[in-house]
């Protein structure tokens, strides 16, 4: 197995990990309170949980199956099961980073899986903030995805022990969404509203925040290097960044035209998924929560998304709202904590 097939699997094993409920960041979705709408005034039936994942892009569902895996045989059968999930609940997908298929061809069949198992779902394609416009395009056409992520991880890259040195993405970004539908998001460490703007001007489709909360690198490549007998501690890295509802609070203080704002991180309930729409995010990735229930027990995790479902329908009406999109008009009441964040960083509410 080669270094970059080890890694993947290192990254499944360790997000299970580090993502137990000892070791998770706060999320802070608790500090954000929904208002009850004792008189709806619609029908459950008139609940629509389709929403635009980015301009042109409408998906069935307010959340997906974020990136994660793919690269390794046991990565590969990962996608194959997350990818018929997603085909039989209409979900939309993202694969892991595809960026080892330029250095290790043979692990093309551990992405192509995902669209094989669902031939006419919403697939976006992953890769780094570094890839080329060629590379892009492979990747799209491998998967016949309909959007394509690209990944933010500067705080994972410092902690990885062969992590990358050098941190000039943004010219590239500017490259690859004058050519493709591009969603850039971070993996777990959350933006600011500076970030965000910067992402915005660079004409990006959509912009998934993918905050603290959740899934954790700084802790995931820490263990990592510790296996490997690398040197240094890392764990005052381990609370870094903001999370999903810091990082949503800040892009509703920035001017992001027609990009969508996409919430990811720590999300782990269907209230989650409510109140990141309440926040202003048009739709909402959930990877490690997923992740845990399929290795735990997959049959629970078609029944945990039935459920999402219905839930989600539910706190829609039960905020008066037909639309996802409409969530972002309703009010919300924030914690303390939260609300002096909000304060600080001179953010509008
Ligand atoms: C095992 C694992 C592998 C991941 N690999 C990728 C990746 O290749 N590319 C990427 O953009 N994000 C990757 N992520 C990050 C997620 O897409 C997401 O941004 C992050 O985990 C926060 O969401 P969560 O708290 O729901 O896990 C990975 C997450 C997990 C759990």
């Given at each position: 197995?080669?270094?970059?097939?080890?890694?993947?699997?290192?990254?499944?094993?360790?997000?299970?990990?580090?993502?137990?409920?000892?070791?998770?960041?706060?999320?802070?979705f608790?500090?954000v309170r929904l208002l009850h709408?004792?008189?709806?005034?619609?029908?459950?039936?008139?609940v629509?949980l389709?929403t635009?994942?980015?301009?042109?892009?409408?998906?069935?569902?307010p959340f997906?199956?974020?990136?994660?895996?793919?690269?390794?045989?046991?990565?590969?059968?990962?996608?194959?099961?997350?990818?018929?999930?997603?085909?039989?609940?209409?979900?939309?997908?993202?694969?892991?980073?595809?960026?080892?298929?330029?250095?290790?061809?043979?692990?093309?069949?551990?992405?192509?899986?995902?669209?094989?198992?669902?031939?006419?779902?919403?697939?976006?394609?992953?890769?780094?903030?570094?890839?080329?416009?060629?590379?892009?395009?492979?990747?799209?056409?491998?998967?016949?995805?309909?959007?394509?992520?690209?990944?933010?991880?500067?705080?994972?890259?410092?902690?990885?022990?062969?992590?990358?040195?050098?941190?000039?993405?943004?010219?590239?970004?500017?490259?690859?969404?004058?050519?493709?539908?591009?969603?850039?998001?971070?993996?777990?460490?959350?933006?600011?509203?500076?970030?965000?703007?910067?992402?915005?001007?660079?004409?990006?489709?959509?912009?998934?925040?993918?905050?603290?909360?959740?899934?954790?690198?700084?802790?995931?490549?820490?263990?990592?290097?510790?296996?490997?007998?690398?040197?240094?501690?890392?764990?005052?890295?381990?609370?870094?960044?903001?999370?999903?509802?810091?990082?949503?609070?800040?892009?509703?203080?920035?001017?992001?035209?027609?990009?969508?704002?996409?919430a990811?991180?720590?999300v782990?309930s269907p209230a989650d998924v409510v109140k990141a729409g309440t926040l202003?995010a048009?739709?909402v990735?959930?990877?490690?929560?997923?992740?845990?229930?399929?290795?735990?027990?997959?049959?629970?995790?078609?029944?945990?998304?039935?459920?999402w479902?219905?839930n989600i329908a539910a706190m829609m009406l039960l905020t008066?709202c037909?639309?996802f999109?409409d969530l972002a008009?309703t009010?919300f009441?924030?914690?303390?904590?939260?609300?002096?964040?909000?304060?600080?960083?001179?953010?509008?509410?």
């Amino acid at each position: 197995m080669s270094t970059d097939s080890r890694r993947k699997d290192e990254h499944l094993r360790y997000a299970e990990i580090t993502n137990s409920a000892q070791q998770r960041q706060p999320n802070d979705f608790a500090g954000v309170r929904l208002l009850h709408q004792a008189l709806p005034e619609q029908s459950l039936a008139e609940v629509d949980l389709s929403t635009s994942l980015i301009d042109g892009l409408q998906i069935d569902y307010p959340f997906y199956i974020e990136a994660m895996t793919g690269g390794s045989k046991k990565g590969g059968v990962i996608n194959g099961q997350l990818a018929s999930l997603a085909a039989k609940h209409h979900l939309a997908m993202a694969t892991g980073s595809m960026s080892i298929i330029f250095k290790d061809p043979a692990t093309k069949p551990t992405f192509a899986v995902v669209r094989q198992q669902n031939p006419d779902g919403v697939i976006i394609a992953n890769l780094s903030a570094n890839a080329s416009v060629d590379q892009a395009a492979a990747a799209i056409d491998l998967v016949k995805a309909n959007a394509l992520e690209i990944h933010l991880n500067s705080a994972q890259e410092v902690v990885m022990p062969e992590g990358a040195q050098d941190y000039h993405w943004l010219t590239n970004i500017k490259k690859l969404a004058a050519r493709f539908p591009v969603i850039v998001k971070e993996v777990g460490f959350g933006m600011t509203k500076e970030t965000i703007q910067l992402l915005a001007d660079a004409g990006v489709a959509g912009i998934n925040v993918s905050g603290r909360g959740g899934t954790n690198f700084a802790a995931i490549e820490s263990l990592r290097g510790k296996r490997i007998g690398a040197s240094g501690d890392w764990s005052p890295l381990f609370d870094w960044g903001q999370s999903t509802v810091e990082s949503l609070l800040e892009a509703r203080s920035t001017n992001h035209q027609q990009a969508t704002v996409i919430a990811s991180g720590g999300v782990q309930s269907p209230a989650d998924v409510v109140k990141a729409g309440t926040l202003g995010a048009s739709a909402v990735g959930v990877a490690g929560f997923f992740l845990h229930h399929l290795q735990t027990n997959p049959d629970g995790l078609d029944q945990l998304i039935t459920s999402w479902r219905q839930n989600i329908a539910a706190m829609m009406l039960l905020t008066g709202c037909q639309r996802f999109a409409d969530l972002a008009n309703t009010p919300f009441v924030l914690n303390p904590q939260l609300e002096s964040y909000v304060r600080q960083r001179h953010l509008t509410r």
